[in-house]
């Protein structure tokens, strides 16, 4: 007897935006060290960015739905896994995860990772996080 075939896997991606401030400042470095390493952006006022991260999903189609994930529960998720967390933060101050490293766009890539993740509980492979600072400025995080 033949297998039905395998549905197929896609990636699906979902984006909000959230403000946050945050001082690139390290403490594992001198002052003169973090003036040198992180310019204007180790200012001790800190400073803030308009921040967009994009979510990306895999899975395979559910043949009944037709959907790799509810879109209502994926932005239910971000909402409290990443805008209920930073949205209007100061990351430095405000999130655990930043007390002992640099809010750099890599680390805060990351935190989203980790943060996002038990939301997902299987029913969908986390795939990629891309954070975009600025319209320049662009990390992507798959979990390595």
């Not at 739905?65 to 990443?82: F, H, Y």
Request: proline content about 6%.
């Amino acid at each position: 007897m033949a297998q039905p075939p395998k549905p197929p896997t896609v990636c699906l991606s979902r984006t909000e935006s959230f403000s946050a401030a945050h001082r690139l400042h390290s403490n594992a470095l001198s002052a003169d060290e973090n003036r040198a390493i992180y310019g204007k952006c180790n200012n001790p006022n800190g400073h803030g960015h308009n921040y967009e991260v994009e979510v990306v999903v895999k899975g395979e189609i559910d043949p009944v739905t037709g959907m790799v994930v509810n879109l209502t529960d994926l932005k239910e998720w971000m909402k409290l896994a990443i805008m209920d967390v930073m949205d209007h933060k100061n990351l430095d101050r405000d999130v655990d995860y930043f007390a002992d490293k640099p809010s750099t766009a890599e680390n805060i890539a990351v935190f989203i990772w980790n943060n996002l993740k038990p939301y997902l509980k299987g029913r969908v492979e986390l795939d990629e996080v891309r954070l975009f600072e600025t319209s320049k400025n662009k990390v992507y995080y798959r979990g390595e």
